[in-house]
């Protein structure tokens, strides 16, 4: 959204430019100076208006314009290195932009050197590309014109010119993407012409919130905290931590308010740790991240590490040095920084059972491209993991009512361990979709889960042990209900081995378009994943278009793939009077040749088939979130509003049936 309302204001603004009702906040002057008989120096200097700033001249991909110096005519001269300025640079997280941005206030200074090889016959002329902001609104790119040399008396000269801010257009080589498919190619302006507006004034018909999306992490996060609470590094420390407290001080309520305190600071501790990741990261790039090969393996290996060390065969400890030095801080400091010190010793101490549950946790958070899920994800973990602490601390003889420590905290943690390797496999089936290897299809990824939910069925009923397991003389209740849970689990999935949906993990599993041998009739495939092949056959038929945005990483596409599209209604309707075009954002198929396109004025190159449908949805609809459905007209005009994560089937017919309804009016 944000964005979106940068990218509204830049068009306001060009357009209040256009009539010349803008003041125009950079100052620009060059000037050229000797350094000695062959060489001289371009300075160039920019007073920058209070409260405005002008971006430097490295940024990050994906950002505003960088100041770029372009050299349109050398002649009789050549370019000694490459632009500098020794001017003081800020740099500031920019929540506009989501990245870490440097930029000028108040002025700046740049130079340029440049070899002549005759001081009378040379000529030098180019423009400085630039573009800044101030705290409410940016200005579009804009262009400060230099020359020097024979066409300004041959004389070193001085100028003190102000730029005319100037519009960047649009130089995206889309003729590039057409150079295989002359049936469309005439057509090819007017099906990648933005259609935002358009889009908007039909509202929205649904969608998931970037707040239900935070919901779901935090209720992800606090579930991991439940479960970590149960693990032999935490649960035994519950009793020690609040029995310590409650005999630190003889005033009980003193020791109560310490011992909440002590929750409070495990909650910070773990906040700071999930602001740090996407600090440091970024949510574009950890989004980026999501469907990455190297990242996904990578994750992949780190989970079947982790349920490898939770199976026993060997324990992930931090240096006792590092606990040892935290737990001498705790004794020799006193008062508020005491507590923070004790709770950082629990947080190390506990590493070996929290890390893996952790680090599941932080990957699901990053993969959602949320700023703030790592950080959300953390905070519902720690106040699973704080609140038993401040709760025992008030109610201290609830401690007596605690189930001893024992086997079953082992037991815990194996079934982590399958939980965790049933895990690891997703990882792997996103990075084997984008890039087509074709190791994981949909029978492999089901067979692997069924043995898995089958040898935990097996293991809870004591006939599986592990090296650190005590001996089980009878089961339990609560493990023999988890055990029928478990069989439950894994023959529910065998008759997806021969095509049935399984829409309850239909968010997990690759989808059925990955399946040799399928029985299933019922699922709904696209009819292209090709945009300009699916508007000719949509123009050929006279027949409206359902885009669908998606990924092979997107858990909510595979939802609603799995319980909206198989509904007879839905299925009857894209089927029979759509044309369904489905286009994956983060497929690696390199494209025939890199094009390069600018996109807010900064210059981006599209080499993967997922670049070039990921920016068709960001230029022409203004989105960048899947699953993304848009209705439209074999021409490319929308003709209803788009429609995001919402598995109610009903408005999804409604949805559908209104554009059909608008379809007929277009045509009338």
Same mark, same amino acid.
């Given at each position: 959204?944000?964005?979106?309302?940068?990218?509204?204001?830049?068009?306001?603004?060009?357009?209040?430019?256009?009539?010349?009702?803008?003041?125009?906040?950079?100052?620009?002057?060059?000037?050229?100076?000797?350094?000695?008989?062959?060489?001289?120096?371009?300075?160039?200097?920019?007073?920058?208006?209070?409260?405005?700033?002008?971006?430097?001249?490295?940024?990050?991909?994906?950002?505003?314009?960088?100041?770029?110096?372009?050299?349109?005519?050398?002649?009789?001269?050549?370019?000694?290195?490459?632009?500098?300025?020794?001017?003081?640079? /800020?740099?500031?997280?920019?929540?506009?932009?989501?990245?870490?941005?440097?930029?000028?206030?108040?002025?700046?200074?740049?130079?340029?050197?440049?070899?002549?090889?005759?001081?009378?016959?040379?000529?030098? &002329? #180019?423009? @400085?590309?630039?573009?800044?902001?101030?705290?409410?609104?940016?200005?579009?790119?804009?262009?400060?014109?230099?020359?020097? #040399?024979?066409?300004?008396?041959?004389?070193?000269? &001085?100028?003190?010119?102000?730029?005319?801010?100037?519009?960047?257009?649009?130089?995206?080589?889309?003729?590039?993407?057409?150079?295989?498919?002359?049936?469309?190619?005439?057509?090819?302006?007017?099906?990648?012409?933005?259609?935002?507006?358009?889009?908007?004034?039909? #509202?929205?018909?649904?969608?998931?919130?970037?707040?239900?999306?935070?919901?779901?992490?935090?209720?992800?996060?606090?579930?991991?905290?439940?479960?970590?609470? +149960?693990?032999?590094?935490?649960?035994?420390?519950?009793?020690?931590?609040?029995?310590?407290?409650?005999?630190?001080?003889?005033?009980?309520?003193?020791?109560?308010?310490?011992?909440?305190?002590?929750?409070?600071?495990?909650?910070?501790?773990?906040?700071?740790?999930?602001?740090?990741?996407?600090?440091?990261?970024?949510?574009?790039?950890?989004?980026?991240?999501?469907?990455?090969?190297?990242?996904?393996?990578?994750?992949?290996?780190?989970?079947?590490?982790?349920?490898?060390?939770?199976?026993?065969?060997?324990?992930?400890?931090?240096?006792?040095?590092?606990?040892?030095?935290?737990?001498?801080?705790?004794?020799?400091?006193?008062?508020?920084?005491?507590?923070?010190? +004790?709770?950082?010793?629990?947080?190390?101490? *506990?590493?070996?059972?929290?890390?893996?549950?952790?680090?599941?946790?932080?990957?699901?958070?990053?993969?959602?491209?949320?700023?703030?899920?790592?950080?959300? #994800?953390?905070?519902?973990?720690?106040?699973?993991?704080?609140?038993?602490?401040?709760?025992?601390?008030?109610?201290?003889?609830?401690?007596?009512?605690?189930?001893? *420590?024992?086997?079953?905290?082992?037991?815990?943690?194996?079934?982590?361990?399958?939980?965790?390797?049933?895990?690891?496999?997703?990882?792997?089936?996103?990075?084997?979709?984008?890039?087509?290897?074709?190791?994981?299809?949909?029978?492999?990824?089901?067979?692997?889960?069924?043995?898995?939910?089958?040898?935990?069925?097996?293991?809870?009923?004591?006939?599986?042990?592990?090296?650190?397991?005590?001996?089980?003389?009878?089961?339990?209740?609560?493990?023999?209900?988890?055990?029928?849970?478990?069989?439950?689990?894994?023959?529910?999935? @065998?008759?997806?081995?021969?095509?049935?949906?399984?829409?309850?993990?239909?968010?997990?599993?690759?989808?059925?378009?990955?399946?040799?041998?399928?029985?299933?009739?019922?699922?709904?495939?696209?009819?292209?994943?090709?945009?300009?092949?699916?508007?000719?056959?949509?123009?050929?038929?006279?027949?409206?278009? +359902? /885009?669908?945005?998606?990924?092979?990483?997107? @858990?909510?596409?595979?939802?609603? %793939?799995?319980?909206?599209?198989?509904?007879?209604?839905?299925?009857?309707?894209? %089927?029979?009077?759509?044309?369904?075009?489905?286009?994956?954002?983060?497929?690696?198929?390199?494209?025939?040749?890199?094009?390069?396109?600018?996109?807010?004025?900064?210059?981006?190159?599209?080499?993967?088939?997922?670049?070039?449908?990921?920016?068709?949805?960001?230029?022409?609809?203004?989105?960048?979130?899947?699953?993304?459905? @848009?209705?439209?007209?074999?021409?490319?005009?929308?003709?209803?509003?788009?429609?995001?994560?919402?598995?109610?089937?009903?408005?999804?017919?409604?949805?559908?049936?209104?554009?059909?309804?608008?379809?007929?009016?277009?045509?009338?």
């Amino acid at each position: 959204m944000r964005k979106l309302l940068f990218l509204f204001s830049v068009i306001l603004l060009s357009a209040f430019t256009a009539f010349g009702q803008i003041e125009e906040p950079f100052h620009w002057s060059s000037k050229i100076v000797d350094v000695d008989s062959s060489t001289k120096e371009i300075q160039y200097s920019v007073e920058i208006d209070k409260g405005w700033h002008l971006y430097s001249l490295d940024l990050p991909d994906g950002g505003p314009q960088p100041t770029k110096f372009v050299f349109e005519k050398l002649e009789g001269a050549k370019l000694l290195g490459k632009p500098i300025s020794d001017s003081k640079l /800020i740099t500031h997280f920019d929540k506009q932009f989501e990245m870490n941005l440097s930029w000028y206030v108040k002025s700046a200074r740049f130079s340029q050197q440049v070899k002549i090889g005759d001081p009378k016959k040379y000529s030098i &002329s #180019g423009y @400085v590309k630039y573009m800044g902001c101030n705290d409410k609104t940016c200005l579009p790119p804009s262009e400060f014109a230099f020359s020097f #040399g024979e066409k300004t008396s041959n004389q070193p000269t &001085s100028q003190s010119v102000e730029s005319q801010p100037a519009i960047a257009k649009d130089t995206t080589q889309t003729d590039t993407f057409f150079a295989n498919e002359s049936s469309v190619a005439n057509t090819t302006q007017d099906l990648w012409k933005p259609v935002i507006e358009e889009l908007h004034a039909f #509202g929205n018909a649904g969608g998931i919130t970037a707040e239900t999306s935070f919901l779901w992490i935090f209720i992800f996060g606090f579930l991991g905290g439940l479960l970590a609470l +149960m693990t032999p590094c935490v649960w035994p420390l519950i009793p020690m931590t609040v029995s310590f407290f409650l005999k630190r001080s003889q005033d009980r309520k003193k020791a109560v308010r310490q011992a909440i305190t002590y929750g409070v600071a495990i909650i910070v501790i773990y906040l700071t740790l999930g602001l740090a990741i996407t600090a440091i990261f970024g949510a574009s790039a950890l989004n980026d991240l999501s469907t990455n090969a190297v990242f996904n393996v990578l994750f992949f290996g780190l989970l079947v590490l982790f349920a490898v060390s939770f199976f026993g065969a060997f324990e992930l400890v931090l240096p006792s040095s590092w606990t040892n030095k935290l737990d001498s801080k705790a004794d020799a400091t006193s008062g508020l920084l005491s507590i923070f010190f +004790m709770a950082f010793t629990l947080s190390l101490v *506990s590493f070996s059972c929290t890390g893996p549950i952790i680090g599941t946790l932080l990957v699901q958070a990053a993969s959602m491209g949320n700023l703030f899920g790592p950080a959300i #994800g953390m905070f519902g973990f720690s106040l699973a993991l704080a609140i038993p602490f401040a709760l025992f601390a008030l109610f201290p003889s609830w401690l007596k009512q605690l189930p001893k *420590s024992g086997g079953w905290l082992n037991s815990v943690k194996v079934v982590l361990g399958f939980l965790e390797l049933a895990l690891a496999f997703k990882f792997l089936s996103v990075a084997d979709l984008a890039y087509g290897w074709h190791i994981l299809d949909r029978e492999v990824f089901l067979v692997l889960w069924i043995v898995i939910f089958a040898l935990l069925g097996v293991y809870l009923l004591g006939k599986l042990k592990l090296p650190h397991d005590s001996d089980l003389p009878h089961v339990s209740v609560p493990r023999l209900f988890l055990s029928i849970v478990s069989f439950a689990f894994a023959l529910y999935m @065998v008759p997806g081995l021969w095509g049935a949906p399984l829409k309850a993990i239909s968010a997990f599993a690759p989808p059925l378009t990955t399946q040799d041998f399928n029985l299933y009739k019922n699922e709904v495939h696209a009819k292209f994943d090709n945009y300009e092949a699916g508007m000719a056959y949509a123009k050929a038929n006279n027949k409206p278009v +359902m /885009i669908d945005f998606s990924g092979f990483g997107c @858990v909510n596409c595979r939802k609603m %793939e799995a319980s909206v599209w198989t509904d007879p209604k839905v299925k009857s309707i894209l %089927e029979n009077d759509y044309v369904l075009i489905t286009l994956f954002v983060d497929d690696k198929t390199a494209l025939p040749e890199v094009v390069t396109i600018n996109e807010n004025g900064t210059e981006r190159k599209l080499r993967t088939l997922g670049d070039k449908w990921s920016y068709l949805q960001r230029h022409k609809f203004g989105a960048n979130a899947q699953p993304f459905y @848009v209705l439209l007209t074999p021409y490319g005009m929308p003709i209803g509003p788009s429609y995001a994560y919402d598995e109610n089937v009903e408005k999804y017919v409604q949805f559908l049936q209104g554009g059909l309804m608008q379809f007929k009016l277009v045509k009338q």
